[in-house]
């Protein structure tokens, strides 16, 4: 089940967006595994580069994967296994142009409010994740439906590295406090999103009643 963990004209880049005004990230549970989403107005160079060869998408999600388990024709138990043992990644970039709640359903999406400084740490820190050559980002081949492409990763996917685990590192280079030892499966980060909803949400309720 582990090796299952896989992701679902320009676009404007963050730069169109106040310095004070707070953006979104999405976090979305898609079955066995965990994607991070941005709205693809917010994406800035390099990382435009993924809206570009994604028009017309509204908000962008990405997902980390074992390279040779998802694309192999017949993932039988063999295959399975191997993926339990480090090799290589690969991100799925999936492009939405309705909302994720209409995509992945309400119950599956989490809004977390960031800071500027924070939407520009997650976005370094997908882009490290995408082998680059020259700062150029070239697609691997085309994604499993409609509106989404495969890149290769820097980055090895494993038994205790997955999806999942790559979910968590991307929350907490945004500045979250979550914890990335021991993140295997989608509900151990789910549970750790579901906190930060929460806090965020109190923290709103406060400052509402206090103004």
Known sequence: M???CWVAGACPVAGARADSEPARIYVARRGWHIDIGLAAADLSPPLSQVGTLLPGSRYVFFGFADRHYLLAKNPNAPVLLSALFPGAGIVLATGLANSPA???GA?????LNVSQEQMHSLQSFIWRSLRTQDDALKVYREGPYAGSLYFLATRKY???HTCNTWGAEALRASGFRVHTAGVIFAGQLWTQARRLKRLQSGASLLSGTSG
């Open 2 to 4: 582990l090796a299952l």
């Open 102 to 104: 209409e995509a992945f």
């Open 107 to 111: 119950s599956h999406v989490l809004t």
């Open 158 to 160: 494993s038994a205790f």
